[in-house]
């Protein structure tokens, strides 16, 4: 391995961030405060070329409504979390817990559930109609989330040595997100290296850390799997986080070949310093039979398609079961109207590397699926022992299984099937019509309760939860180093919590107007995420440039483009 990497140049990165632990350690609170204040400026200013980066990675067209996703997925999220944490900061500095007067609710099964959104008022403006809530493990009472709100930044004087962050190669937002979570939720000094993927965007993350560069408290670096191999198995380093596949971190951890099943069967891994991962799964949505008329069907089918079409399929959290009920009197109607948003979503280029042979591999696994343009719907998908439930295929791949049943009969089961057949436990969603909430009642809360995932959207899309900054954002707890599904442990988490178990999110059944007309107050139109939005690209830079700024004149185009897309 050694003979192909250029040692030098990572020990020289790994011995500077050696000196520069040092110096992060007597770095104040107020003072890395004012770190992210600048890290903030820069991202604003170096917006339009992160988004020109990405759009050269992703071979998109310019004018492709689609750049919308890059300026939502990149930018505007790293805006947002430099926003939130630097609150988080503010209020630790002042000696105060990121809890004080937020009103901590109750979740099932003697949880307490610490709302991130909306958290503000602009929250309420921009996300209206959506909610979102960080569930704590059972037992932990709200005196205990307020004094462990914090984490490391309780004592930022007592730093955790240098992580290693290995970069994903998918959203662009990813990368920087982490390495604050290393920096803030752990206080360790980072070492990012970059997916090849995205080596476009160095030049652009160097200008934008260049506060955090400048302090010693980050080096950024290029290479492939035998640099990465180099880093996490450097005695300098403590610990490491990837995002990534699950064979990726198994290669990590327990080695290649016959050599690492061995020690897989022994217990003894390769890897000697704790690992944390975000390695997506099979994610389900869960479609509960209920009264939707032609309007519903129609908006939700095109909101499954953007569950598994967004970045081109290419996300952890990409829908890629649809659950729905064999006895629902909608399901021919539903399964015509996904097979149409599929069909009409823009197209776009393979750009993930192995793309084509998943999508090939799909295809011979399942001879009967119906492929539009690259985009495979396999139906009529068995329950159990088959390849699509057990493999995160990471390219347009979508199956539908159907389960008998109505109302909380259903939702029983379908909740038992995602649990135990699907491989991952990153996300899940569930779309249910508001009279069918009313009528399951506390059943409802008992199947959100019972999912094993480490984000729930209720008629959203968990991929929302990445984008909401105070969410926390990573596998359902309990995973083990020789079973790891989705990963361990959480990132984003700007409050800081400790305890994390889960993120619930919950959004409007149907967007505005349509939903104001119907008695359900919310004033979110389609949202700017799906891909069938036409304005998503002046909604997204309209969104950069207000959070960035915050020029209220921006908000008002904000509104205007959203309401036209």
């Not at 200013?45 to 992160?50: L, M, N």
């Not at 290419?314 to 539903?334: G, L």
């Not at 989705?486 to 984003?492: A, L, M, N, Y």
Request: with cysteine.
């Amino acid at each position: 391995m050694t003979k192909t990497v250029d040692c030098a140049v990572l020990d020289r990165a790994l011995a500077d961030l050696g000196s520069g632990e040092k110096v992060w350690s007597k770095t104040t609170l107020a003072e890395r405060r004012e770190l992210l204040s600048r890290v903030h400026v820069l991202t604003g200013r170096y917006a339009a070329d992160w988004v020109r980066a990405a759009i050269e990675i992703k071979s998109l067209n310019e004018g492709s409504p689609l750049v919308g996703e890059e300026w939502m997925s990149g930018p505007l999220a790293l805006l947002q979390a430099l926003e939130a944490l630097g609150d988080t900061l503010a209020a630790l500095a002042d000696g105060r817990s990121p809890l004080d007067g937020v009103k901590i609710g109750a979740a099932p099964g003697g949880r307490i559930a610490v709302p991130v959104l909306p958290f503000d008022t602009l929250d309420k403006l921009v996300l209206n109609g959506f909610r979102a809530d960080v569930w704590l493990r059972p037992g932990v009472d709200a005196g205990t989330a307020r004094r462990r709100a914090g984490l490391a930044q309780l004592d930022p004087t007592t730093t955790g040595g240098i992580g290693v962050v290995l970069g994903a190669g998918n959203i662009m937002s990813i990368p920087p997100l982490d390495v604050l979570y290393e920096l803030f939720a752990h206080n360790r000094v980072v070492a990012l290296k970059l997916n090849p993927i995205t080596d476009p965007l160095l030049p652009v993350f160097e200008k934008i850390f260049a506060p955090f560069i400048g302090l010693g408290a980050l080096r950024i670096l290029r290479g492939g799997a035998a640099e990465g191999g180099y880093l996490v198995e450097h005695p300098a380093v403590a610990h490491v986080h990837m995002t990534g596949g699950t064979q990726t971190h198994d290669a990590i951890v327990w080695g290649h070949g016959a050599a690492g099943d061995k020690r897989r069967r022994s217990g003894k891994p390769l890897l000697d310093k704790p690992i944390t991962s975000e390695l997506g799964g099979v994610s389900p949505t869960i479609v509960v039979p209920g009264p939707w008329n032609d309007d519903d069907v129609k908006f939700q089918a095109e909101h499954v398609a953007t569950s598994r079409l967004h970045n081109g399929g290419y996300n952890c959290i990409a829908v890629q079961v649809v659950v729905v009920s064999r006895d629902w009197e909608h399901k021919a109607q539903f399964l015509d109207e996904l097979r149409v948003a599929l069909r009409r979503a823009p197209q776009r280029d393979a750009y993930y590397p192995g793309s084509a042979g998943r999508v090939d591999a799909a295809l011979k696994s399942y001879p009967d699926a119906t492929e539009f343009g690259g985009r495979v719907l396999v139906e009529n998908l068995p329950t159990t022992d088959s390849p699509l439930l057990r493999t995160e295929y990471f390219s347009p791949v979508l199956g539908v299984v159907e389960l008998p049943g109505d109302g909380a009969e259903f939702l029983t089961s379908a909740v038992e099937f995602a649990n135990n057949e699907l491989m991952g436990t990153l996300g899940a969603n569930v779309l249910a019509h508001p009279a069918t909430l009313a009528e399951l009642g506390p059943a409802f809360d008992h199947a959100i309760e019972s999912l094993r995932y480490g984000t729930i959207a209720v008629n959203a899309w968990t991929g929302l939860a990445f984008g909401i900054a105070r969410a926390a954002w990573g596998a359902y707890p309990g995973h083990t180093l020789a079973d790891i599904q989705s990963g361990t442990g959480v990132v984003h988490n700007a409050l800081l919590l400790d305890d994390v178990e889960r993120t619930v999110v919950r959004g409007p059944f149907r967007p505005a107007p349509r939903a104001l007309l119907s008695g359900m107050f919310t004033l979110s139109p389609k949202p700017p995420w799906f891909v069938t939005n036409r304005t998503a690209v002046a909604t997204g830079r309209d969104l950069v440039e207000f959070y960035a700024r915050r020029r209220y004149a921006k908000l008002l185009k904000v509104f205007c483009s959203a309401l036209a897309g």
